[in-house]
């Protein structure tokens, strides 16, 4: 007998998991592993049991499939992507020859996903799913606005922060921290590549080593020899640079 395709099914919806998971019981080779109802679980769970195919619903509340495929590097299974109305993501998937379940959809219609999906274990190489995957996020990611969340990954937890939840964000050697109001988070990204993924209404740098939210600037401070600093709705006080200063007055 072949070995069964391990299989993970990710989906916020509990009905949405169990329909999947009873439509793949007719067909012994596929294995269910598990079910994930978030993107940060599901991110974890296939970082740990390394699935050979996943069922992945791309509107979820935390963040989107999209965002979970980002977060595996090269290492991407074979997904069948699941989808309840972005036509643009349909076309995209049809481009790169990669499979999608459009909701809601019948069981012939989640049979020809699942042999397809099956076929494409059996014949493809691996390296070229990723290849048309990263194609895929690619694509995606050079027609979406900015960051709306953020992924942070910390020990055994995957949060996904909201950008608008974020008051300032400080270099912190090679990586930044995000302050929020309840607590601060470090996250594994140089602060000029977090910068170019905010939208530049909503986050300024006031110094090479912090960007603060325009929501959250109260007041400009006079300092020392004609210098200010930008206070936050919190009290925090942050230096605010000469080639910063015209730009966040203006915005402001």
């Not at 912090?210 to 925090?236: C, M, Q, S």
């Amino acid at each position: 007998m072949a070995t069964p395709i391990r299989t993970l099914i990710v989906d916020d919806e509990p009905l949405a998991r169990r329909k999947i998971r009873n439509l793949l019981k007719g067909d012994v080779e596929f294995y269910v592993i598990g079910e994930c109802g978030s993107a940060a679980e599901a991110v974890m769970s296939i970082i740990r049991e390394r699935p050979d195919l996943i069922f992945l619903d791309i509107q979820m509340p935390d963040a989107d499939g999209f965002a979970v495929l980002k977060q595996l590097g090269d290492k991407i299974p074979v997904v069948v992507f699941v989808t309840a109305h972005d036509q643009y993501a349909i076309r995209a998937f049809e481009v790169h020859a990669l499979d999608y379940l459009l909701k809601p959809f019948d069981r012939n219609r989640f049979e020809a996903a699942a042999q397809a999906a099956k076929a494409r274990l059996k014949k493809d190489d691996p390296g070229e799913v990723g290849r048309r995957t990263v194609a895929l996020l690619e694509e995606i990611k050079a027609t979406t606005s900015y960051l709306e969340r953020i992924l942070i990954k910390s020990n055994t937890r995957v949060l996904f922060i909201k950008t608008s939840d974020i008051d300032w964000i400080e270099a912190e050697g090679k990586y930044v921290r995000l302050h929020s109001t309840k607590e601060s988070f470090l996250h594994r990204e140089a602060i000029g590549t977090l910068e170019s993924q905010l939208d530049p209404k909503k986050f300024i740098r006031v110094h090479r080593s912090a960007i603060v939210n325009l929501d959250r600037v109260k007041e400009l401070e006079p300092w020392f020899h004609g210098e200010y600093r930008v206070v936050l709705d919190d009290g925090t006080r942050l230096s605010l640079s000469r080639t910063c200063r015209r730009k966040l007055t203006d915005l402001l």
